[in-house]
């Protein structure tokens, strides 16, 4: 299993870092999934782009200054018979030199001052803005609220006008990255909306509604956001038996496809719903922790990605996905140098006007402390980390969240003690209002300077299910054939009746009447030749080996027979 885990996560590398391959009718490295393909397809159509002769079109490639003049001539149909020019680096061996020479004739591009026109040069997209306005006569400007772009800048009015022809509403961060060079992907999509009205971005107005969904998929973790212009976003997917109804619910809400699919962190409450997901529907780009895991769901969930060809990005923390205009989404928390897998959860902050969303996914205390010296986690509503645990949720960070909502993912009885009356009664304490998921799908719509509850009931404090305890499997070694349990409970655990197996060998350890797990205490329970016993922090179980070095799973069951926790390696 840690092998072929190891090989699928290197395809995944290999393919982050160089392009998808894709099959389609035309190019081999366009597929339907690609965010372009419509442009790229539309351009090919009516021979304004060409590939390459192996088949590829190479959209991730940099669009050079010659290709960008043979497809703007070829789109406005000037004459491309190849000739020499006046530039002493385009003469008429080049393949563009004809549609370069009319391009200049026509007063769509120029050269530099020392008689060159540099055709293998780049193109950014402040030199596309020029080419797109001259080309195509633009006249109407923008107002330019873009921070990277002054009026001191040569491109200023050009990028004012391609605004105005709702050619580009710049990135969710208000910026325009005049001095980006451009893909050949990126040009088309450009010269696309140029060309075709269909094509064109819609800045966002000021009535543009931004949705958020909280679904009810149990002991987990699901939400669904709707942005102002029709994006979505679907962050975690709750438990392998909640995928069929995350699907249901998507379908329901008019979603046939799936811009950012974000796995928060690879527990199985908050990914195992992704599987049917991934199965059944289109999923545009996948946003993952980096936080690695060696369960089966885990495995699956990678494999589908592979298969498909998705393109998947590991969280940076600090930065800004680009998903709609009209909306930021921020990275406030993520894998990098993360201990364990709830400390690896991805944190989305979603502004929209002056209204904001927090996910924390099961961001606990420490990564709190951290997003608070960092950033500005103030919002208002809040999807509470953990399910309610008390291992999130601190009273200094909530002081800085203040939200109006807090809601709460859980599922009914779960034998966790989820939500913590603790955490309940510091939101409640401070004002917000507990939105459980326990009474049905949750829903708030946001115009940018208020939000409403259209979907779900506010709950008066959620009751926790009564359990003997609150106990974590932080560690199985299989061949070490140690397994360390941590009392991650308010209180000391008597262990009595408590036993631990070995899923595959259904082997069934029964821990000693008189041993207490003291709060906040670990202990390591050994088997095999080296196995021994030093209270309270090592059990001997057998001196006989018990786990499968192919794989096995460590199961801990309270005395009321419930499984508390599962750890498979």
């Known amino acids: 299993m840690k092998k072929l885990l190891l090989i699928i996560c290197s395809v995944f590398l290999f393919s982050f870092f160089t392009p998808n391959v894709h099959a389609s009718t035309e190019f081999t490295d366009v597929h339907s999934s690609y965010n372009f393909y419509?442009?790229?397809?539309?351009?090919?159509?009516?021979?304004?782009?060409?590939?390459?002769?192996?088949?590829?079109?190479?959209?991730?490639?940099?669009?050079?200054?010659?290709?960008?003049?043979?497809?703007?001539?070829?789109?406005?149909?000037?004459?491309?018979?190849?000739?020499?020019?006046?530039?002493?680096?385009?003469?008429?061996?080049?393949?563009?030199?004809?549609?370069?020479?009319?391009?200049?004739?026509?007063?769509?591009?120029?050269?530099?001052?020392?008689?060159?026109?540099?055709?293998?040069?780049?193109?950014?997209?402040?030199?596309?803005?020029?080419?797109?306005?001259?080309?195509?006569?633009?006249?109407?400007?923008?107002?330019?609220?873009?921070?990277?772009?002054?009026?001191?800048?040569?491109?200023?009015?050009s990028i004012k006008k391609i605004l105005a022809f709702d050619i580009t509403t710049g990135y969710a961060d208000n910026t325009f990255r005049p001095n980006k060079q451009l893909s050949r992907g990126d040009f088309s999509a450009f010269l696309a909306r140029a060309l075709n009205d269909s094509f064109k971005v819609k800045p966002s107005t000021s009535n543009g509604k931004l949705a958020v969904h909280f679904l009810d998929v149990g002991q987990g973790d699901s939400s669904l956001l709707i942005t102002p212009?029709?994006?979505?976003?679907?962050?975690?997917?709750?438990?392998?038996?909640?995928?069929?109804?995350?699907?249901?619910?998507?379908?329901?809400?008019?979603?046939?496809?799936?811009?950012?699919?974000?796995?928060?962190?690879?527990?199985?409450?908050?990914?195992?719903?992704?599987?049917?997901?991934?199965?059944?529907?289109?999923?545009?780009?996948?946003?993952?922790?980096?936080q690695s895991h060696t369960s089966q769901t885990y495995m699956e969930y990678l494999t589908l990605i592979d298969q498909k060809n998705i393109p998947f990005h590991i969280a940076k923390t600090g930065e800004y996905l680009n998903v709609d205009s009209a909306m930021k989404v921020q990275v406030l928390n993520s894998g990098e140098g993360a201990a364990d897998n709830n400390e690896a959860s991805v944190v989305l902050k979603v502004t929209h006007g002056s209204k904001s969303f927090l996910f924390t996914g099961d961001a606990g205390i420490q990564t709190e402390a951290d997003m608070v010296s960092s950033f500005d986690v103030n919002a208002d509503v809040l999807k509470v980390s953990h399910h309610g645990s008390e291992t999130g949720s601190s009273q200094v960070f909530l002081n800085e969240v203040t939200p109006a909502w807090a809601v709460l993912s859980f599922g009914e009885g779960n034998s966790y003690g989820h939500p913590d009356s603790v955490v309940v009664n510091r939101l409640t304490a401070m004002g917000a209002t507990v939105v459980p998921t326990t009474n049905g799908d949750i829903a708030f719509e946001s115009d940018g300077s208020s939000i409403q509850l259209v979907q779900g009931v506010p709950g008066t404090e959620p009751q926790p299910n009564p359990n003997t305890g609150k106990i974590d499997i932080t560690n199985l070694d299989l061949s070490q054939e140690i397994v360390t349990l941590k009392n991650i409970d308010t209180k000391d655990i008597p262990m009595d009746g408590w036993t631990l197996i070995s899923v595959d060998g259904n082997q069934q350890y029964d821990f000693p009447s008189d041993f207490v797990l003291k709060k906040g205490a670990s202990v390591t329970v050994t088997t095999g030749r080296s196995a021994y016993e030093s209270r309270p922090t090592h059990l001997l179980w057998t001196t006989a080996y018990i786990w499968d070095n192919n794989g096995d799973a460590a199961r801990l069951i309270d005395p009321q027979g419930t499984i508390i926790d599962e750890l498979a390696r």
């Open 229 to 290: 212009n029709g994006k979505t976003i679907l962050i975690d997917g709750g438990n392998n038996t909640a995928g069929e109804k995350v699907v249901s619910y998507l379908k329901a809400a008019g979603v046939t496809s799936i811009d950012y699919l974000v796995a928060t962190h690879p527990d199985a409450d908050h990914i195992g719903g992704l599987i049917p997901v991934l199965n059944q529907m289109t999923v545009k780009n996948v946003i993952d922790s980096g």
């Open 38 to 157: 419509d442009e790229v397809m539309y351009l090919y159509d009516r021979g304004i782009i060409s590939g390459y002769g192996n088949g590829e079109f190479k959209p991730n490639a940099v669009v050079t200054r010659d290709a960008a003049a043979a497809m703007i001539g070829r789109a406005l149909k000037l004459d491309g018979t190849k000739r020499n020019t006046t530039f002493s680096d385009v003469d008429a061996s080049n393949y563009a030199s004809g549609y370069i020479d009319s391009a200049v004739k026509q007063g769509i591009v120029s050269g530099y001052a020392d008689g060159t026109y540099r055709p293998k040069e780049p193109v950014t997209r402040g030199q596309m803005a020029i080419f797109l306005a001259r080309a195509f006569k633009l006249s109407n400007e923008a107002t330019v609220y873009f921070s990277d772009v002054s009026p001191s800048m040569t491109a200023y009015s």
